[in-house]
């Protein structure tokens, strides 16, 4: 899959193409859905696929301050839109000025221009352009006149429902705030993913016999509330030949029983104590909630419950 950074980046000779846009934060079922409705087009026409997403998020630009928990890093998620096989992904660096194109211009200067669409597809509910003026609508009429069809995906329940704000990013991240990760890991298709780099802690949980992977997290990322999980720490994310994905019990909060002050992402790989992780960019993905985060009256008693936490976290990870 190609990835281009602005549309200067995509080849002079590249020709017409089926085109989908959004953030796609998550890739969830829903946005999957918008996706592979694209691939299903350009398959059909014979034509590449091509995502057009945006960096930063959007609302960071039109409201500064407001930038939303982030599901996934620009690499994970142009991981994910290849395994549904997208041809390219263009990331448009949203900036004030791309904020302020009207509808009109964002069609001509990006999709007839560069990308060169004959298909667009979008989920029903899309809006672009500026103070959200453009919709499917307006693409449909942009269409007529520049060649290119738009195609509206409505996602549906089991019911026929409208599934359309089940199907969100903004839902998944409230349940993974809540630390509801089981919940949120059906939305998305798959658990829920930190990424970040191991740094040097307090070197605490080596002493005691369970020594983790202090997680130093990408800015932005969807952290679920404190509490410790059962899931997988995943070694090497981005050296996928040397990847490795361990069992793990996981802590979020900040160790109230040494009265710790710094919030922090806490992966014990388990059974493992041979792990020399200090500088290397991890994953932690979150399968379900184990309990809250507790101060212990002592160390012993911490301990217990620390076994506690690794037996259901093996039981949990094999079953999954």
């Avoid at 041809?87 to 194109?101: G, H, K, N, T, Y």
């Avoid at 809006?127 to 959200?132: K, L, N």
Wanted: with cysteine.
């Amino acid at each position: 899959m190609e990835r281009w950074h602005g549309t200067a980046e995509v080849p002079q000779d590249f020709g017409p193409s089926v085109v989908t846009i959004g953030v796609f934060d998550g890739v969830h079922r829903g946005h999957r859905e918008v996706v592979r409705t694209a691939v299903a087009q350009g398959r059909a026409l014979g034509l590449p696929t091509v995502v057009l997403t945006f960096d930063p998020h959007p609302s960071e630009i039109v409201r500064p301050g407001s930038h939303p928990p982030l599901l996934t890093t620009q690499r994970h998620r142009a991981e994910l839109l290849a395994s549904e096989g997208v041809d390219a992904v263009l990331v448009l660096p949203f900036s004030l000025e791309v904020s302020r194109w009207a509808p009109e211009e964002f069609i001509r200067l990006v999709l007839v221009e560069h990308l060169h669409a004959r298909a667009v597809v979008v989920g029903a509910n899309f809006r672009f352009g500026h103070r959200a003026a453009g919709d499917a609508a307006a693409l449909q009429e942009a269409g007529s006149r520049y060649g290119f069809e738009v195609v509206p995906v409505s996602l549906r329940g089991p019911e026929g429902e409208s599934a359309d704000n089940r199907f969100s990013s903004t839902r998944v991240r409230a349940l993974i705030g809540e630390g509801a990760v089981a919940e949120s890991a059906a939305l998305l298709g798959r658990p829920h993913r930190v990424e970040g780099v191991v740094v040097r802690g307090d070197q605490r949980g080596r002493e005691l016999g369970y020594p983790t992977a202090n997680v130093e997290t990408v800015p932005f990322a969807a952290i679920p509330s404190d509490g410790v999980y059962a899931g997988w720490l995943i070694t090497d994310v981005d050296k996928p030949e040397k990847s490795v994905r361990h069992p793990a019990a996981i802590s979020i909060g900040t160790n109230p029983t040494f009265d710790g002050k710094d919030r922090r992402v806490e992966a014990y790989a388990l059974d493992r104590d041979d792990l020399d992780l200090y500088g290397t960019h991890v994953a932690v993905e979150f399968a379900a909630r184990l309990r809250d985060t507790l101060k212990f009256d002592s160390v012993e008693a911490l301990l217990d419950r620390m076994a506690d936490d690794c037996k259901a976290a093996r039981e949990i990870t094999d079953a999954a």
